[in-house]
């Protein structure tokens, strides 16, 4: 038995994810394409995570609850919890750091949170694709204080990875790497890697995805298969 994993999504907080994207639309849509476990991983905040898990659990899809996180540095990393409220508290965090930079509509699109209902609670004032006043190290200490996981995103493109903007991978106990290509440019260093859709729209949802041992679609599954690096990858043949 293996499960199919999802682990960085975007919905329509994001600033980059169209309005379609609401958790619901995401989460149908994974299920859909025989994707078991998926994260949602916003832009710098997890105010779409709450709507997320009760559509997840409706549907009988494992869940993790994250934040892709832009450093000092512009490197993008995930943060992915078991639980909405861990999430919820690094995003609460991330906000103290994130500058006062308000959003635009007209430029960006939209900045929106819902329910599970696809009803619209608010719309995020700043623009959630700004750096944070956190280096990549502070980043990953914050996120395993709050017993995450830490995982640099997309390690091996042009832009907001650790190749684009430091060039080497700076020591550190990642708990695991995301790469978007069989053979990349970097070193990983002995980390345990994934890959994912980093889906900013419903079509690229399980593109590339990573397969896990065992049946249980769980957090508790994906901490384990990071430590063991016990993971297969599937690449779209586009990349």
Known sequence: ??????????????????????????AETARARGIELVALTDHNTALNCPAFAEV???????AVFGIEITTTEE???????ETVEQALELGRRLWEHLPDIAFDPEKFGDQVYVDADETILGEVERFL??????????????????????VPAHIDRSAY?????LGFLPPFAYDGLEITRPHGPIDTAGFTTIT???????A????RYTVLPGDEPSFR???SALLTGDTKLSFSPTG
């Open 221 to 223: 599954a994906l901490r």
């Open 1 to 26: 038995m293996a499960v199919r994993a999802d682990l960085h999504l975007h919905s329509c907080v994001s600033p980059c994810g169209q309005l379609e994207c609401s958790p619901r639309s995401v």
């Open 204 to 207: 690229d949802i399980g593109r």
């Open 161 to 165: 990875s650790i190749w684009s903007q």
């Open 129 to 150: 694709l700004s750096a944070v006043d956190l280096g990549l190290e502070d980043c990953g200490r914050l996120v395993q204080e709050l017993d995450g996981l830490f």
């Open 56 to 62: 997840c659990a409706e549907l009988g899809l494992g």
């Open 75 to 81: 490197v993008h990393a995930l943060g992915l919890f």
């Open 196 to 202: 994912s859709s980093d889906a900013h729209f419903l």
